[in-house]
C-alpha cells in the first residue's frame, strides 16, 4: 500500500485538520474521486484520491497534521485485507478487535443488519438496534480511555465534537449499538438535553456557535461529593474564575499570526472625506439597468477607484523583497470579507481591467464561497492592497491595519448626509471618509496623499469608473 500525506495546499500552509472523510474505511476509491476535506489556514478543500485501490484511513475526523504527515493508505484489496493482527485490539476484547478509525477489521459473521447498525454514523442513515451488534459496535470504534474509569465506546466523529467542546464522554449516556455514544449523544450533551431531544429553543446548535469548557466541567458545589456536573454545564464564576475558555479555530490562529506579523509594519494613515452624491446617484441608475447578481455596491466602486489608482501610480501597490522594490505586473486588490469567527480577503485579479458590474458579481461569488469555506487557496493570495469597509456597521471611519506583504489597505466609512460649503453656501451632500494606511517603508506622505486624492477624484467623478 502508498501511503497519502497530508497536502501542501498552499504556500503559507504548514499543517491541515482532516474535516470530513468522503469515503468510509475499507472502500474501494478511484484515482481522482474526491476523497476528504482538509481544512487548512485559508480555506476548507476536496483533495481527490491520488490512485486507484481500497482506503485505509490513518488520520481521524478532526485531527490535525504537518503536512507530510500521513493521513491514509490507497492499495490493492488482498494488501487491506492482510493487515497484520497487531492493528487488532487487546485480548480482552475478545472478537471486539480495536483498530480504531486507522485498521481493517476482520468482521466477525454477522447479519447484515447488524453491520448496518455499526455504520449508522458512518451513513447518516438511522438504522433500529436490535440489541446483538455490542462485539461489532465494539470492532468498529475503539474505546476511549479516561484515567480512573473504564473504557467508553464511541464513533470517531462524537469522539472528534467532544475533543473540540472538551465534553468528558464518561459522562454522557450512548443511545448506540450496545451503549455506544454516537454523535446525536455528544450534542444534546453539549446542547443541555437528554440523548435524543432537541436543544433547547433558541441555543444554536452545538457545533454551529455553540461554545464549550476546553477542560470538563468540574462538579457542581449543589452535586453531591464527587458527582460529576452535567454534561455541558457550565461551573460557577467562583469555582471557575477564568472565565470560559474556547480554543481559537485554525482561521483565528492564522489572523492573530498576520496581525503579529503587521506590528512590525511601520506604517501611517492618511484620511480623505470623499462627495459621494453623484456616487450615489450612479450606483442607483445601475441598480436599475442590471440584473440582481451584478448591482455594484458602494465597495465595488471603491474597489475599481483603488485599481485604477494603482495602476496609475504603481509604487503604491510595490511589495519590499530584500532590499528591492518589486513592481507587480497586475492590480490584484484584496477585498475584507467578514465570515463566521473571524475575517478573509479574497482577491479580486486585474481589478483595473473589469468593469464595475463584473467587480460586483465577482466580489458576490467570492463572499459567498468564502462563508462557505469554499474558496481555493490562490483566491485568497496575491493581492497588492485591499480594501475593508465598516460602513454598512453605521461606523464613520477607521484605520486598517496594513496586510502583510502588501503596500497599503484603504478603510471605507459609511456615506451619510452631511452639511458642507459649496461656493460659499452650505448645502447638503452624502459623504464618505476614507482612510488610506500605508507601509512607510515603500510610501512617504507625498505619494500617499496624491494616490489618495486619485482615488476620491475617481470616486466624485464615477463616470470615470464605468469606462
Not at 454516537?182 to 457545533?207: M, N, Y
Not at 512607510?440 to 470616486?459: C, K, N, Q, S
Amino acid at each position: 500500500m502508498s501511503q497519502m500525506p497530508m497536502p501542501k495546499l498552499s504556500d503559507t500552509m504548514e499543517e491541515g485538520t482532516v474535516l470530513r472523510w468522503l469515503k468510509a474505511d475499507g472502500d474501494a476509491v478511484a484515482k481522482g474521486e474526491p476523497l476528504v476535506e482538509i481544512e487548512t489556514d485559508k480555506a476548507t478543500m476536496t483533495v481527490e484520491a491520488p490512485e486507484d485501490g481500497t482506503l485505509r484511513i490513518i488520520a481521524g475526523e478532526g485531527d490535525t497534521l504537518d503536512v507530510g504527515a500521513p493521513i491514509a493508505e490507497i492499495g490493492d484489496g488482498a494488501a487491506a485485507a492482510s493487515a497484520p493482527a497487531e492493528a487488532a485490539a487487546p485480548a480482552d476484547a475478545g472478537p471486539a478487535a480495536d483498530a480504531g478509525a486507522t485498521g481493517v477489521i476482520e468482521m466477525p459473521d454477522a447479519p447484515t443488519q447488524e453491520i448496518e447498525a455499526v455504520r449508522e454514523e458512518a451513513t447518516g442513515i438511522p438504522t433500529a438496534d436490535d440489541g446483538t451488534a455490542d462485539s461489532i459496535a465494539a470492532a468498529f470504534t475503539p474505546a476511549d480511555v479516561h484515567p480512573g474509569g473504564p473504557p467508553v465506546a464511541a464513533s470517531p466523529l462524537a469522539r472528534s465534537i467532544a475533543a473540540r467542546a472538551g465534553l468528558d464522554l464518561s459522562t454522557v449516556r450512548g443511545t448506540g449499538p450496545g451503549g455506544r455514544i454516537v454523535k446525536s449523544d455528544v450534542e444534546a450533551a453539549l446542547g443541555g438535553a437528554a440523548p435524543g431531544e432537541a436543544a433547547p429553543a433558541g441555543q444554536p446548535a452545538p457545533g454551529l456557535g455553540a461554545t464549550a469548557p476546553a477542560e470538563p466541567a468540574p462538579a457542581s458545589a449543589d452535586a453531591p461529593s464527587g458527582a460529576p456536573a452535567p454534561p455541558g454545564a457550565l461551573p460557577a464564576a467562583e469555582e471557575w474564575p477564568g472565565g470560559r475558555r474556547t480554543p481559537l479555530t485554525r482561521l483565528q490562529r492564522t489572523i492573530r499570526r498576520r496581525m503579529d506579523e503587521a506590528l512590525g509594519i511601520p506604517d501611517f494613515t492618511l484620511e480623505r472625506d470623499v462627495n459621494a452624491t453623484a456616487l450615489a446617484a450612479a450606483r442607483a441608475d445601475l441598480r436599475v439597468a442590471l440584473p440582481e447578481d451584478r448591482r455594484p455596491s458602494v465597495n465595488d466602486f471603491v474597489v475599481r477607484a483603488v485599481a485604477m489608482a494603482a495602476r496609475e501610480r504603481p509604487d503604491m501597490v510595490s511589495r519590499l523583497e530584500g532590499d528591492d522594490l518589486v513592481v507587480p505586473d497586475a492590480v490584484d486588490v484584496g477585498v475584507a470579507v467578514a465570515v463566521p469567527g473571524g475575517l478573509i480577503v479574497p482577491v479580486v485579479r486585474d481589478a483595473a481591467d473589469k468593469g464595475v458590474p463584473d467587480i460586483a458579481a465577482e466580489v458576490r461569488d467570492l463572499a459567498a464561497r468564502g462563508r462557505d469555506g469554499a474558496l481555493r487557496p490562490d483566491e485568497l493570495e496575491g493581492s497588492v492592497i485591499s480594501v475593508t469597509n465598516l460602513g454598512m456597521f453605521g461606523v464613520d471611519r477607521f484605520h486598517a491595519v496594513v496586510n502583510p506583504g502588501e503596500a497599503a489597505i484603504l478603510a471605507v466609512g459609511r456615506a451619510e448626509p452631511r452639511p458642507v460649503a459649496v461656493d460659499g453656501q452650505v448645502v447638503v451632500r452624502d459623504v464618505m471618509t476614507l482612510c488610506l494606511s500605508v507601509d512607510h517603508r515603500i510610501a512617504y506622505g507625498a505619494e500617499a496623499a496624491t494616490f489618495l486624492g486619485r482615488v476620491a477624484e475617481l470616486l466624485e467623478h464615477p463616470a470615470a469608473l464605468l469606462v
